[in-house]
């Protein structure tokens, strides 16, 4: 990879919320009001997204909208794979984050015989399916959907026929089968979960870095245990929900949860994580301005993209001169 290619995703369908497929071009407002080229120095495509379909009556109440969720995760592994294949970088900025499961279906698509690793950094374990939901909204799916596991185990809803029928297509996109396994998922302070999420989190021995770990340790060294425990992995995603922040830095979201990261710690941890030469793509989501005063949040995340991008583009210089 040679440089950075930036996939815009203005999906929110999967939200509960209204107000995410803003959140790109809140990040764009960031960047005029801070003064930097930062969208200038970088090609950019924009996925098309499907949010026509809100202003039509939902027909999957356990996933809502799930036909149009897999046409928009379908054009995102699309979009992944050929990046990655003209030797790319994607950052993805998307808007809710079941997009994220459309980016793994892509990653797998173009490596289907690599092992990947997936570093989520959330606020919410994102593990759901139909069968255990609560809400419906899909931006709490990706993850079922990416590890092929429905968690019959703590059923709880009637899943009609059509929902099915999308909900294996989603699982089977890009390769068929599962894209990732639970000893290759690594939460960082996950603190706002179900009690069917905890009995999959358990049952998968899924590890979550929680903030009093986070900080006692400091992120350089959380990211070296983070790669140590995947590091039979070979090729790394990394995951940035912006409510992985403290509610006090992310009203701008649409579901923001107390006791996260602070800006600073953020940054830090997002430049640890990005060092690393395994790591094939970077996504931010969940920036909802219409949620928000001033533009905060998107101007906190921008903060954050800025650094994470630098540290992606040092690792691919490095690269580059090694490689001469």
């Given at each position: 990879?040679?440089?950075?290619?930036?996939?815009?995703?203005?999906?929110?369908?999967?939200?509960?919320?209204?107000?995410?497929?803003?959140?790109?071009?809140?990040?764009?407002?960031?960047?005029?009001?801070?003064?930097?080229?930062?969208?200038?120095?970088?090609?950019?495509?924009?996925?098309?997204?499907?949010?026509?379909?809100?202003?039509?009556?939902?027909?999957?109440?356990?996933?809502?909208?799930?036909?149009?969720?897999?046409?928009?995760?379908?054009?995102?592994?699309?979009?992944?794979?050929?990046?990655?294949?003209?030797?790319?970088?994607?950052?993805?900025?998307?808007?809710?984050?079941?997009?994220?499961?459309?980016?793994?279906?892509g990653i797998k698509a173009t490596y289907p015989h690599?092992?990947?690793?997936?570093?989520?950094?959330?606020?919410?374990a994102d593990i759901h399916s139909p069968y255990t939901?609560?809400?419906?909204?899909?931006?709490?799916?990706?993850?079922?959907?990416?590890?092929?596991?429905?968690?019959?185990?703590?059923?709880?809803?009637?899943?009609?026929?059509?929902?099915?029928?999308?909900?294996?297509?989603?699982?089977?996109?890009?390769?068929?089968?599962?894209?990732?396994?639970?000893?290759?998922?690594?939460?960082?302070?996950?603190?706002?979960?179900?009690?069917?999420?905890?009995?999959?989190?358990?049952?998968?021995?899924?590890?979550?870095?929680?903030?009093?770990?986070?900080?006692?340790?400091?992120?350089?060294?959380?990211?070296?245990?983070?790669?140590?425990?995947?590091?039979?992995?070979?090729?790394?995603?990394?995951?940035?929900?912006?409510?992985?922040?403290?509610?006090?830095?992310?009203?701008?979201?649409?579901?923001?949860?107390?006791?996260?990261?602070?800006?600073?710690?953020?940054?830090?941890?997002?430049?640890?994580?990005?060092?690393?030469?395994?790591?094939?793509?970077?996504?931010?989501?969940?920036?909802?301005?219409?949620?928000?005063?001033?533009?905060?949040?998107?101007?906190?995340?921008?903060?954050?993209?800025?650094?994470?991008?630098?540290?992606?583009?040092?690792?691919?210089?490095?690269?580059?001169?090694?490689?001469?």
């Open positions: 990879m040679r440089r950075i290619k930036l996939l815009e995703v203005r999906s929110e369908l999967g939200a509960g919320t209204r107000g995410a497929s803003l959140g790109v071009d809140a990040l764009r407002v960031a960047c005029l009001n801070k003064g930097s080229d930062y969208f200038r120095r970088f090609n950019s495509v924009s996925v098309p997204d499907q949010n026509q379909v809100l202003f039509d009556r939902n027909h999957f109440p356990k996933a809502k909208h799930i036909d149009s969720v897999y046409t928009v995760l379908k054009g995102i592994a699309g979009a992944v794979e050929q990046t990655l294949r003209f030797g790319e970088f994607p950052l993805v900025l998307a808007g809710d984050h079941s997009n994220a499961a459309g980016t793994i279906a690599k092992t990947l690793g997936v570093v989520w950094v959330d606020a919410h939901t609560p809400s419906g909204n899909m931006h709490g799916m990706p993850l079922a959907i990416s590890l092929g596991d429905d968690n019959r185990e703590c059923q709880r809803n009637h899943v009609e026929p059509e929902t099915e029928f999308f909900w294996q297509k989603l699982k089977n996109l890009g390769e068929p089968g599962a894209k990732v396994t639970g000893e290759h998922l690594v939460y960082v302070v996950v603190r706002d979960t179900e009690h069917e999420e905890d009995a999959i989190i358990d049952r998968l021995g899924i590890k979550n870095y929680k903030l009093d770990e986070v900080k006692a340790k400091g992120t350089r060294q959380v990211a070296r245990e983070i790669y140590e425990r995947l590091r039979f992995c070979d090729m790394v995603y990394i995951s940035f929900d912006v409510d992985s922040l403290d509610s006090r830095f992310s009203k701008g979201t649409g579901t923001p949860v107390e006791e996260g990261l602070n800006v600073e710690e953020a940054i830090s941890l997002c430049r640890a994580l990005l060092d690393n030469e395994r790591v094939v793509c970077f996504e931010m989501v969940e920036i909802n301005p219409t949620l928000d005063n001033m533009n905060t949040m998107a101007t906190n995340a921008f903060d954050i993209l800025e650094a994470a991008t630098d540290a992606i583009q040092n690792r691919l210089r490095m690269e580059e001169v090694v490689s001469r």
